[in-house]
């Protein structure tokens, strides 16, 4: 798994992704909240009591296919300052 592109917003995140197609998307959100969660929590130690979560179990998903890479990227940078 790769993140081609990373953007974080106030209130969620749009990551591109490169992965194995044997991958299931549940599979791929997971692993990077996990990982991510975990990173978080290691660095800023005094939110842990304050946030019990990081993530929300919902999100949004889409594949490439209709557009292509460079649109989906081009939109992510896009939505900086919205």
């Not at 975990?38 to 842990?48: D, G, N």
Request: charged share 20%; net charge positive.
């Amino acid at each position: 798994m790769r993140i081609e592109t990373m953007d974080v917003m106030p209130d969620h995140v749009h990551w591109f992704v490169t992965s194995d197609p044997t991958r299931c998307v549940a599979e791929i959100v997971n692993r990077l909240q996990g990982v991510s969660s975990r990173l978080l929590r290691q660095e800023f130690r005094h939110l842990v009591s304050k946030m019990p979560t990081w993530w929300s179990r919902s999100y949004y998903a889409g594949t490439v296919g209709q557009v292509s890479q460079s649109t989906v990227q081009k939109y992510i940078a896009n939505q900086k300052g919205r």
